[in-house]
């Protein structure tokens, strides 16, 4: 469907904006305009065609026995090994990066640096069916560094405030500790001076006592 239907009003430029807002993609000329219902019609086409394949085995020639007589025995050399299948993942393609690309443009906030609700690099790689790496590497590239979503930020900033606020009682503490030292010190040196003055005045008294006898 094309943008044309509209005829000479395409150059009302508040026409475009309220086309592009009602998600019309426009082209430079009329017919390459494309309505909604068109590009989603070729994103489904594009993520119907995105699957991950591993490589299989070849089926083995089924072996046909001659019904000639039996040959003259003959030791045969040991047969080569044959080289392991590949488990390389497959490399992204354009097409694939592109499909990736659309999914994050769908759930990832580009202001806020996070994916929205609960989205996850492993949850968009297993709704595309690709391996988590893509996803990665699409977002880091196009879209943050970040991989975290809404609900873990929010987590994750609960768990800082509880950090500051033990590390705040931590503080506390230690000022506490440190001031209860400083008495216990005070008392320890009044407690000292305490006790030699009383042996001074136990040895006056004895003094005393042989002096009178």
């Not at 309220?18 to 019609?41: S, T, V």
């Not at 007589?69 to 354009?94: C, G, K, V, Y």
């Not at 580009?110 to 069916?129: E, I, M, N, P, Q």
Request: proline share 6%.
């Amino acid at each position: 469907m094309s943008a044309n239907t509209f005829g000479g009003a395409r150059a009302n430029e508040d026409l475009l904006r309220i086309m592009k807002r009602a998600g019309w993609e426009l082209g430079n000329k009329p017919e390459h305009d494309r309505c909604p219902d068109c590009l989603a019609a070729a994103r489904k086409a594009r993520r119907e065609r995105l699957k991950v394949v591993t490589p299989s085995k070849e089926p083995e020639m089924q072996k046909i026995e001659p019904a000639a007589a039996p040959a003259p025995e003959i030791t045969a050399a040991a047969a080569p090994e044959q080289p392991a299948p590949s488990n390389a993942p497959r490399e992204m393609t354009l097409d694939d990066a592109f499909v990736v690309y659309e999914q994050l443009a769908e759930v990832y906030d580009t202001s806020r640096k996070s994916y929205t609700g609960d989205w996850t690099d492993a949850k968009v790689a297993t709704h595309l069916g690709v391996p988590r790496a893509w996803v990665v590497d699409v977002r880091r590239r196009r879209f943050g560094d970040s991989g975290m979503n809404e609900g873990i930020a929010a987590l994750a900033q609960d768990a800082r405030e509880l950090v500051a606020d033990a590390r705040a009682e931590v503080d506390k503490l230690t000022a506490t500790i440190g001031a209860l030292k400083a008495t216990i010190r005070e008392a320890e040196t009044k407690h000292r001076d305490l006790m030699a003055k009383a042996d001074r005045i136990e040895r006056k008294i004895a003094e005393i006592e042989q002096a009178v006898r």
